[in-house]
């Protein structure tokens, strides 16, 4: 995992609460909706190069 990623943001969250568990659940879920938005772009990213490949492809005949 990358320094600048979960492990990065958890530890300090971790410190500074009163409670570590629930500073490392926070962190969990702000990485989870982070993850999405990424998958999420990916997925968009392959649905215009497919559509790109399409029109192409339609395009020459």
Do not use: N
């Amino acid at each position: 995992m990358p320094i600048d990623g979960y492990v990065d943001e958890s530890s300090p969250a971790a410190a500074r609460a009163d409670g570590p568990t629930s500073a490392v659940a926070d962190c969990r879920a702000v990485a989870q909706p982070d993850l999405v938005q990424r998958l999420l772009g990916r997925f968009a990213v392959s649905i215009a190069e497919v559509d790109a490949a399409v029109a192409q492809a339609t395009a020459g005949r």
